[in-house]
């Protein structure tokens, strides 16, 4: 075919300027507000639900635990043993339990033993979990084989089991040794999930551009590869302050955890077991209340996950 | 736009030739995203024709929208997107909402689709003949004993020597171009009438690109299949196609017969686009020698005509007289890099061997390779941020590679480096002032009002507005980011600037923005390039030096006309002919 021929509907056409206006090669938007990555990660949080009803019952679970004597004037620790497996009454709306403690001021003083054990578990992991994973990530070599290997023999430790073992070898127990144990056998999840994150950000062309600016090595992990691969820690970190709470519960539940003398959730419930069949509400309050706290922790994680990674999203 | 007339008129020109029903055609379609609760549009009224055996090509930068009319056209379009208006006539028959059972019909069998990267498209965990059988089962084709032979018959056939023992073979085990032919198996397996191919080459190096291309061609030459080419090369698309669709926001804004249009552009987009198309384009940017000419001739007239400040301003501007003074000097430069896990004491790969040049002062060089060549490495070791295996680098007369660490950190304001990817060669967490500000910082210079007075003034030699500074980078275009990676590596006020593949990210036009900035600013502050690139029309815009690279040696080293004029090696040669469109005239 010649190259002048011209075949139906391919006319040389042009597009009428008015219709088709030229816009200045790579101009800056000036409309838009600047935001910043966390900027825009809240603004998708904002939008989510799901967010505010986790965080509304977050605050309302660490109020309880902060000032427990808002919520109740009643001694949780008191005992009236004529009140026994009493049902609800006056003043006192969840009943009693077989010791005749007041079943809605133990699930209200409960409360602070599972924040505390969960934040400090969750503060507790993030950091050395997170300094562990940066320099083993970062530094690779020697380094990464060293602590790989150190997070892979607690790794393989379960975490109730571990901190069973530990614990009922410890002469005094108490919130803080509870999250030292708790973080003991967490760590390594952490971790993990810091080195990969490390690793990717790592090889990342800001950070060789950081390089041959004249940063140091230490001052480039700091400033630009940490923030960077904060995003994934931040979101399992919420996800495990829930789990802490749980996992607080199980040990105390089984009698190794808090001692009696520290009013909590596992406890409680682990008291309420013997008198399920016949007043199962004395177990409902604690076990909901436990509940509740950790699936408010698991779904923040969630939509923090989805706000930080919009990859991840599903539509 | 106006809907366009496309009444089929009996013939055409030449009536015996031309049938009058097209194959495929396009009117006035509409694809709309859905992002964040808001419609997008994607395409707007784009309209076009494609006949039976023709080869069309849809030309436009990233975001114009001419992958979303390819991928309508085959009902492939991602996620939220939807056909809104319009009309995709195939045969006559309109395909615009079909189902998608329809769909499935037509694929492979009246649609094919080579897609743009290789490297991804391949499923790793099945060999490459099961794949190609797939594409034969999925169309009820051949089954059994016959379909292996049948894909051994169609690798061979996209130009695999050796199909049988291929068809055997994991994607991982073939190159990147070998890839792409299995693709082109794949995507004319079933004998389509139309074979969409989006991007078919642009992850190849040059040399394997038109060794596919033309296999292409001859391939739908002869199995008469009509091709809607989808590219962002204007050289390449207009070397293969007869008819051009330009796309560009979204919009059809010029279409017609490829020479017409490369010759005779009439949209102003279209114009922009043929001018500053780098594989066409043949000339080197006013260099820093020929301003140095016209600044000395605005000294003189301004003395004469005792126009002080004038004079003062211009006695100011840096000396550019070129020098030939070196600036660097790479000698006998060496790089082994040991393979991990391949043998039991690790395999030696020889990345860069005995590597010799020398860069002038105020001058640019270019190191030009393919992919593996070992340019990017050199460019490493010239910023000192690899250590050198064997040889030496001699900045300004000193070996870079025996400084301490006071020097080497001394040695990082002299040297400053460019990267590809704007996507990642900015820290994502920080805003555009601190981008730009930090080199300020680490080499603590001036005090926090004198370092914010310096970004202002960086941002606008690179012509950002001041507001974006509080922008951050995910905020900005490919090219706007380039510019502040530009901005903070001149904030040290370097000599020499290493651009490692710096404007190969960046749409045509974007391209040549930066390619005029980083010429201006040489003019302006005597910077000396040394711009590391596959891409040879990008060293005829910007390059006083050529060093060809292949497999980590030298090939060729000469100025830069000379080695585009007169190339003294073959391998250059080769390089030379796979500009696609170099061969193509244009219209004054």
């Known amino acids: 075919m010649s190259e002048t021929t011209v075949r139906p509907g ?28 966390w900027g825009e990660a809240w603004r998708q949080l904002r939008r989510r639900p799901l967010f505010w009803v986790s965080v509304v019952l977050i605050l309302l679970v660490v109020v309880v635990a902060a000032v427990p004597s808002l919520f109740t004037s009643v001694d949780p620790r008191f005992q009236t043993l004529a009140d026994s497996l009493e049902d609800p009454r006056d003043g006192h709306p969840f009943g009693f339990t077989r010791l005749g403690e007041d079943v809605y001021a133990r699930t209200i003083y409960g409360a602070r033993a599972s924040v505390v054990v969960g934040l400090l578990s969750t503060v507790l992991v993030t950091l050395v979990g997170g300094v562990v994973g940066a320099i083993a990530g970062y530094y690779g070599g020697i380094w ?3 602590l790989s290997r150190l997070s892979d023999i607690f790794f393989a430790v379960p975490l109730v089991l571990g901190a069973i073992v530990l614990i009922t070898s410890l002469q005094s127990r108490s919130t803080l040794t509870v999250s030292l144990v708790l973080s003991l056998f967490a760590w390594p999840q952490t971790a993990r999930i810091m080195r990969g994150s490390v690793l990717q950000t790592r090889s990342a062309e800001f950070v060789t551009a950081a390089r041959a600016l004249g940063l140091s090595k230490l001052q480039v992990l700091v400033r630009h590869v940490v923030p960077n691969a904060l995003g994934p820690v931040i979101v399992i970190a919420t996800i495990s302050l829930g789990t802490f709470i749980a996992a607080e519960a199980t040990l105390s539940y089984l009698g190794v955890g808090l001692p ?27 076990a909901a209340a436990l509940s509740l706290t950790v699936l408010s922790f698991i779904m923040l994680g969630d939509v923090v996950r989805d706000a930080l990674d919009p990859k991840a999203r599903t539509r | 736009m106006s809907h366009r007339e496309t009444s089929p008129r009996d013939g055409g020109p030449r009536g015996a030739a031309v049938t009058g029903a097209p194959l495929l055609q396009v009117e006035d379609l509409a694809v709309d995203f859905r992002s964040s609760g808001r419609d997008v549009h994607a395409v707007r009224g784009a309209s076009l024709t494609v006949h039976a055996g023709q080869t069309v090509a849809i030309v436009g930068e990233s975001g114009s929208g001419k992958s979303t009319t390819a991928q309508a056209v085959i009902g492939l379009l991602p996620g939220t997107g939807r056909v809104v208006g319009g009309k995709i006539l195939l045969d006559g028959r309109d395909i615009a909402h079909a189902s998608r059972r329809e769909f499935v019909g037509l694929r492979g069998s009246s649609i094919g689709m080579v897609p743009q990267d290789p490297m991804s498209n391949l499923n790793p965990v099945w060999t490459v003949g099961f794949q190609v059988r797939e594409a034969l089962r999925a169309n009820g084709l051949d089954k059994g004993v016959s379909a292996k032979a049948r894909a051994a018959e169609l ?13 055997k073979q994991f994607p991982h085990e073939f190159s990147g171009g070998m890839r792409q032919r299995a693709l082109i198996a794949i995507g004319l397996a079933s004998r389509p009438r139309l074979l969409i191919a989006d991007e078919p080459t642009s992850a190849l190096d040059v040399t394997v690109q038109r060794q596919i291309l033309d296999h292409l061609q001859s391939l739908t030459t002869s199995l008469g299949t009509a091709v809607l080419l989808i590219t962002h090369d204007l050289g390449l698309a207009a070397e293969r196609a007869e008819h051009l669709v330009v796309m560009y926001k979204g919009q059809v804004v ?27 384009a043949s000339r080197r940017l006013e260099s820093a020698a020929v301003r140095a000419g016209i600044v000395r001739q605005a000294e003189r007239a301004a ?42 004491r690790g395999e030696k790969l020889r990345a860069v061997d005995d590597v010799n040049f020398a860069v002038r002062r105020g001058t640019t060089t270019a190191i030009v390779g393919e992919s593996g060549s070992g340019k990017s490495t050199v460019a490493q070791m010239v910023l000192n941020l690899i250590p050198v295996t064997d040889g030496r680098v001699t900045f300004d007369g000193v070996d870079i590679t025996t400084l301490d660490k006071r020097q080497a950190f001394d040695f990082r304001r002299r040297v400053q480096p460019i990267f590809q990817n704007p996507y990642a060669s900015l820290d994502p967490t920080y805003s555009i002032f601190r981008v730009v500000e930090e080199p300020l910082r680490v080499h603590g210079i001036g005090d926090a009002k004198s370092r914010e007075a310096r970004v202002r003034d960086l941002l606008d030699k690179v012509a950002l507005p001041a507001s974006s500074m509080r922008r951050f980078p995910n905020e900005l275009s490919g090219g706007q980011r380039q510019r502040v990676a530009i901005a903070r590596a001149l904030a040290l006020h370097p000599e020499v600037v290493v651009c490692d593949e710096a404007v190969s990210a960046l749409d045509v036009l974007v391209q040549g923005q930066i390619l005029t900035l980083l010429n201006d600013l040489q003019a302006e502050l005597g910077l000396t390039y040394l711009f590391i690139t596959h891409d040879l029309a990008v060293v005829r815009q910007i390059a006083d030096d050529v060093v060809v690279m292949q497999n980590g040696k030298v090939v060729e080293a000469a100025p830069t006309d000379t080695v585009f004029d007169a190339p003294q090696e073959d391998y250059t040669k080769a390089l030379l002919e796979a500009i696609p469109g170099g061969s193509i005239e244009l219209g004054a």
């Open chain 2, 303 to 344: 003395v004469e005509t005792h126009e002080v400040a004038v004079a003062e301003a211009v006695a100011d501007l840096p000396d550019t007289e070129v020098a030939t003074e070196e600036v660097i000097r790479v000698e006998h430069l060496t790089k082994v890099f040991t393979i991990r896990g391949s043998g039991s």
């Open chain 1, 260 to 286: 009696s003398s520290i009013v909590s959730w596992g406890g409680d419930i682990s008291a309420a077991q013997t008198s399920l069949r016949s007043d199962p509400q004395v177990l409902f309050w604690p």
């Open chain 1, 144 to 146: 990464d084989a060293l």
């Open chain 1, 10 to 37: 391919q006319e040389h056409y042009v597009a009428p300027l008015e219709e088709t206006p030229l816009r200045a090669v790579d101009a800056v938007d000036d409309s838009a507000p600047p935001s910043s990555q």
């Open chain 2, 155 to 167: 690798l061979k056939e996209a130009g695999l020597g050796d199909a049988e023992r291929r068809a």
């Open chain 2, 254 to 280: 010029e279409s017609g017969p490829a020479l017409e249009i490369l010759q005779r552009p009439q949209h102003p987009y279209t114009q922009r686009l043929v001018a500053a198309a780098p594989s066409l």
